[in-house]
């Protein structure tokens, strides 16, 4: 039986989706590093107790991050480092996708490795002077 709550999921999806529609560029890309480094620190605990639904949920999440990172640079504006930086990010969603697969041998590897590069590149957003610098290199 469906409870009341779980009928407006949708519409708090809906609300969420639309609150972070409203976010400056560079706000949307701090939430988007946090939420993908939160299930990156999740993922190693499901490989290991063998959870393939949550897994795949979790780096489907981190998949999607990913995607949307890459669709908030301006390669116009951002140039060779635009270009490497969608480079990476393609990377990084090869080394999910890998590590997706259930008899992988190296998932929590391709896990660790998505998580250091990721925070890495959190750790130097963070560290720009000013938001004009971050917004240089986004939509």
């Not at 480094?37 to 290991?48: C, G, H, K, Q, R």
């Amino acid at each position: 039986m469906i409870r009341p709550m779980q009928m407006l999921e949708p519409y708090s999806q809906r609300e969420k989706d639309f609150q972070t529609q409203q976010l400056p560029s560079n706000e949307l890309v701090k939430m988007l590093f946090d939420a993908a480094l939160e299930s990156l620190l999740i993922l190693p605990v499901l490989v290991e107790r063998q959870n393939q639904v949550n897994k795949v949920r979790e780096i489907n999440r981190v998949m999607c991050i990913i995607y949307d990172l890459r669709e908030l640079i301006d390669f116009e504006r951002g140039g060779e480092f635009a270009l490497s930086l969608s480079k990476l990010y393609s990377g990084m969603n090869q080394n999910m996708l890998e590590a997706s697969k259930p008899n992988s041998k190296n998932q929590l590897a391709n896990i660790q490795h998505v998580a250091n590069i990721l925070q890495q590149i959190k750790n130097t957003w963070d560290k720009a002077p000013d938001i004009s610098v971050k917004n240089q290199w986004l939509h």
